[in-house]
């Protein structure tokens, strides 16, 4: 239902042109979960926010690359058009609620806006005609959601919620209007177990009524738990991707490897966990040749020379490195 | 092994700014209720709970940023008088913190040797010649490269600023290093630099941790023992092998099953409610599924042996279970459980 063909992303600004996605490609399947994992500055926010056509331009240039939703080209689509996907097609979770929630109109205001919107659009099941069945409905929302005394809740302003119950609220917000196809950044980023265990259950559920989530993130173990598919980010490229536990058990690039060993394991008496030394990679001053060329432990001469591409190895696995034979998938 | 910390029954409480009326302040609510913990010499004590339960009120405390309410801090054997300015700074001289936000904890002015001597000027223990000997000293401990040290906090990456707290918090030599959440504003391969630089340094500088995150991969991995707040009542303390393996206070059994690992599926279908504090007695009743009358009173503390210990009526079987029946409920007696069980059936 989504396909991305070699899409490249420059930043353009005074101090010149910084490439922030470079020949990306992805597709995923209707009902699928398919997650984007990498570090700081991998491009993974930049990709989401591209699908839904919100980088702003300039700075943001698209070089070159489609991305097509159910068989539209979104990069061609005018204004009114792309927004007419936005809602029911596409829509997105942010890492902040604290950002993507009006702070001045309390929770009943924003989640019924969205279904004033749905009314408009005349596409929704659950159109409640009057105010008074606007509120049942949005209690009722809130009280799926786990959240205790929804009536109370309802008459608050985001800023005396708790983290957790923002996210809920913005989740809500966007599960109204039932995207086919969600994209969530980061959405549990800094809280705590019970809250993510609550929100991931959400996005079974999102799931389970047939929906498409692209889920970025940059905790391997969460993208074990509920993801099909994962592509592996560094620098702006997909350095792996294939089915999940092929991936994280069986890393075939040594910077998949290096995530997977940065998840604690053990008990203090554990050896030090097996990382490449590093920091994620500064995009305005690349090496040549393979982007993660400085924290490799099996460097070559053509690492430093050449960039290796993506290239399929086995059914459904594809990766960008060297190091690996592309005939049978093994290392060389 | 000697304890370094001793925490007995310590409360911290904060009162509402918002005044109830004019002559009537507003209501205070306990950050830390009567908690009581140890931490030994060369250990590492794991302090962990959800948002709000008190874990950086403590750190705070034990750095002289908070005063406790009630409630006594020994040091070294050292009792703190937290009124006095000299038992302040022996606090300080010996305890060390790293704050979470490593953007908001540098001041943005300051070049990074300015803000790790800023530490040095501010003991008077070391002397001045010897100032540039020390920085060099922790930074290769830590792994800040020299030419770090004329940038500003600003240009640097997360995982450096990170460092340079440590660095800061280390450059003079401390008994205890309190860590409030260090590596959960970093990325995941850089947590994972840090949390091994950590391991490494604790054992070449004969220090103390008191290691508080809410991620429980990252407190198994760091601490020797470990304990779990709630609310800010400790709930359970133990060896964090036994702990993780083990729980037995019915919260710590819930929050170690929501553990996300790498190896199996276990993501939750049923979701939990939130978690609402009891106003009294557990204050985990409301919530706990094997909750009963008693539970309205404090719980003790029982010893499960070898240093394991829960707050829970659970395992106290200090009164038969006979006698646990004829317990008068907190509803009949009006919220008072002190009521001997001398009623005729």
Redesign the interface.
């Given at each position: 239902m989504l396909t991305i063909n070699d899409l490249t992303i420059d930043f353009v600004s005074v101090d010149g042109r910084v490439r922030i996605l470079k020949g990306v490609s992805l597709n995923a399947k209707k009902g699928e979960v398919v997650g984007i994992v990498g570090e700081s500055g991998s491009g993974k926010t930049t990709l989401g926010l591209a699908i839904l056509g919100l980088l702003d331009s300039p700075p943001t240039e698209i070089v070159s690359g489609r991305i097509v939703f159910e068989g539209k080209d979104l990069l061609k689509l005018k204004g009114d058009e792309m927004e007419k996907i936005h809602g029911t097609g596409i829509n997105m979770v942010f890492q902040e609620p604290l950002d993507s929630l009006n702070p001045v109109y309390t929770v009943e205001s924003q989640i019924g806006e969205a279904l004033k919107v749905e009314r408009k659009r005349g596409n929704s099941t659950m159109v409640p005609e009057s105010d008074e069945e606007s509120r049942r409905v949005i209690t009722d929302l809130l009280r799926n959601l786990c959240i205790d005394k929804p009536e109370e809740v309802l008459e608050r302003y985001p800023h005396e919620l708790s983290g957790g119950m923002r996210q809920r609220v913005a989740i809500s917000i966007s599960t109204i209007e039932k995207p086919r196809l969600m994209i969530s950044d980061e959405p549990t980023t800094g809280l705590d177990a019970y809250v993510q265990n609550r929100i991931l259950g959400m996005f079974s559920a999102q799931i389970k009524s047939g929906g498409t989530v692209l889920y970025i993130t940059h905790d391997l173990t969460i993208a074990s738990q509920i993801c099909d598919r994962i592509y592996i980010m560094y620098a702006g490229r997909v350095m792996e991707a294939g089915e999940t536990r092929g991936v994280l058990q069986n890393p075939l690039h040594p910077y998949t490897s290096t995530l997977v060993a940065s998840v604690p394991q053990g008990f203090e008496d554990a050896p030090p966990l097996a990382v490449q030394l590093g920091e994620p990679p500064d995009l305005r001053h690349l090496p040549d040749g393979c982007k993660f060329n400085p924290r490799c432990p099996y460097l070559k001469d053509i690492c430093k020379k050449e960039e290796p591409r993506l290239e399929e190895v086995s059914a459904g696995r594809y990766t960008a490195c060297w190091r690996v034979d592309k005939a049978n998938g093994k290392f060389s | 092994m000697g304890n370094l910390v001793e925490i007995d029954h310590l409360t911290v409480s904060f009162r509402s700014k918002r005044r109830a009326s004019l002559f009537r302040s507003g209501p205070s609510l306990k950050a830390l209720d009567d908690v009581s913990l140890t931490i030994g010499e060369k250990e590492?004590f794991g302090l962990t709970g959800?948002?709000?339960s008190g874990k950086s009120t403590l750190a705070k405390v034990l750095v002289g940023l908070y005063k406790p309410t009630s409630g006594t801090v020994r040091l070294l054997g050292r009792k703190i008088d937290y009124k006095k300015r000299k038992d302040i700074a022996f606090l300080r001289q010996n305890v060390g913190i790293v704050f979470q936000d490593p953007v908001r904890s540098l001041n943005p002015s300051l070049t990074v040797k300015e803000v790790i001597s800023e530490a040095l000027i501010a003991s008077k223990s070391v002397p001045k010649k010897d100032y540039d000997e020390r920085i060099d000293f922790v930074n290769k401990l830590v792994g800040v490269t020299k030419d770090l040290l004329p940038r500003r906090p600003r240009e640097l990456?997360?995982?450096?600023r990170q460092r340079i707290s440590l660095a800061r918090a280390l450059v003079v030599p401390k008994k205890l290093l309190v860590l409030d959440e260090p590596t959960?504003a970093l990325?995941?391969?850089?947590?994972?630099?840090v949390?091994?630089t950590l391991?490494?340094l604790k054992s070449e500088l004969d220090m103390s941790y008191l290691f508080i995150t809410?991620d429980?991969?990252?407190i198994?991995?760091?601490?020797?023992r470990l304990g779990v707040l709630f609310y800010g009542r400790l709930v359970e303390i133990g060896d964090?092998?036994t702990v993780?393996t083990e729980p037995k206070h019915p919260y710590t059994q819930s929050?170690i099953s929501?553990?996300?690992?790498?190896k199996k599926?276990?993501?939750?279908?049923?979701?939990?409610?939130?978690?609402?504090p009891a106003p009294s007695g557990c204050r985990y009743r409301i919530v706990c599924p094997a909750a009963f009358d008693r539970c309205a009173a404090v719980p003790p503390w029982v010893n499960l042996g070898n240093g394991h210990l829960a707050s829970c009526f659970l395992y106290d079987h200090s009164s038969s279970r006979e006698n646990q029946a004829l317990l008068p409920t907190a509803a009949a007696t009006g919220g008072d459980l002190r009521v001997p069980p001398h009623e005729p059936l």
């Amino acid at each position: 239902m989504l396909t991305i063909n070699d899409l490249t992303i420059d930043f353009v600004s005074v101090d010149g042109r910084v490439r922030i996605l470079k020949g990306v490609s992805l597709n995923a399947k209707k009902g699928e979960v398919v997650g984007i994992v990498g570090e700081s500055g991998s491009g993974k926010t930049t990709l989401g926010l591209a699908i839904l056509g919100l980088l702003d331009s300039p700075p943001t240039e698209i070089v070159s690359g489609r991305i097509v939703f159910e068989g539209k080209d979104l990069l061609k689509l005018k204004g009114d058009e792309m927004e007419k996907i936005h809602g029911t097609g596409i829509n997105m979770v942010f890492q902040e609620p604290l950002d993507s929630l009006n702070p001045v109109y309390t929770v009943e205001s924003q989640i019924g806006e969205a279904l004033k919107v749905e009314r408009k659009r005349g596409n929704s099941t659950m159109v409640p005609e009057s105010d008074e069945e606007s509120r049942r409905v949005i209690t009722d929302l809130l009280r799926n959601l786990c959240i205790d005394k929804p009536e109370e809740v309802l008459e608050r302003y985001p800023h005396e919620l708790s983290g957790g119950m923002r996210q809920r609220v913005a989740i809500s917000i966007s599960t109204i209007e039932k995207p086919r196809l969600m994209i969530s950044d980061e959405p549990t980023t800094g809280l705590d177990a019970y809250v993510q265990n609550r929100i991931l259950g959400m996005f079974s559920a999102q799931i389970k009524s047939g929906g498409t989530v692209l889920y970025i993130t940059h905790d391997l173990t969460i993208a074990s738990q509920i993801c099909d598919r994962i592509y592996i980010m560094y620098a702006g490229r997909v350095m792996e991707a294939g089915e999940t536990r092929g991936v994280l058990q069986n890393p075939l690039h040594p910077y998949t490897s290096t995530l997977v060993a940065s998840v604690p394991q053990g008990f203090e008496d554990a050896p030090p966990l097996a990382v490449q030394l590093g920091e994620p990679p500064d995009l305005r001053h690349l090496p040549d040749g393979c982007k993660f060329n400085p924290r490799c432990p099996y460097l070559k001469d053509i690492c430093k020379k050449e960039e290796p591409r993506l290239e399929e190895v086995s059914a459904g696995r594809y990766t960008a490195c060297w190091r690996v034979d592309k005939a049978n998938g093994k290392f060389s | 092994m000697g304890n370094l910390v001793e925490i007995d029954h310590l409360t911290v409480s904060f009162r509402s700014k918002r005044r109830a009326s004019l002559f009537r302040s507003g209501p205070s609510l306990k950050a830390l209720d009567d908690v009581s913990l140890t931490i030994g010499e060369k250990e590492t004590f794991g302090l962990t709970g959800e948002t709000g339960s008190g874990k950086s009120t403590l750190a705070k405390v034990l750095v002289g940023l908070y005063k406790p309410t009630s409630g006594t801090v020994r040091l070294l054997g050292r009792k703190i008088d937290y009124k006095k300015r000299k038992d302040i700074a022996f606090l300080r001289q010996n305890v060390g913190i790293v704050f979470q936000d490593p953007v908001r904890s540098l001041n943005p002015s300051l070049t990074v040797k300015e803000v790790i001597s800023e530490a040095l000027i501010a003991s008077k223990s070391v002397p001045k010649k010897d100032y540039d000997e020390r920085i060099d000293f922790v930074n290769k401990l830590v792994g800040v490269t020299k030419d770090l040290l004329p940038r500003r906090p600003r240009e640097l990456s997360g995982g450096q600023r990170q460092r340079i707290s440590l660095a800061r918090a280390l450059v003079v030599p401390k008994k205890l290093l309190v860590l409030d959440e260090p590596t959960s504003a970093l990325d995941v391969s850089i947590q994972a630099q840090v949390l091994n630089t950590l391991k490494k340094l604790k054992s070449e500088l004969d220090m103390s941790y008191l290691f508080i995150t809410h991620d429980i991969n990252v407190i198994k991995f760091v601490s020797h023992r470990l304990g779990v707040l709630f609310y800010g009542r400790l709930v359970e303390i133990g060896d964090t092998r036994t702990v993780d393996t083990e729980p037995k206070h019915p919260y710590t059994q819930s929050l170690i099953s929501h553990v996300l690992t790498l190896k199996k599926a276990q993501l939750q279908e049923t979701v939990v409610s939130e978690h609402r504090p009891a106003p009294s007695g557990c204050r985990y009743r409301i919530v706990c599924p094997a909750a009963f009358d008693r539970c309205a009173a404090v719980p003790p503390w029982v010893n499960l042996g070898n240093g394991h210990l829960a707050s829970c009526f659970l395992y106290d079987h200090s009164s038969s279970r006979e006698n646990q029946a004829l317990l008068p409920t907190a509803a009949a007696t009006g919220g008072d459980l002190r009521v001997p069980p001398h009623e005729p059936l």
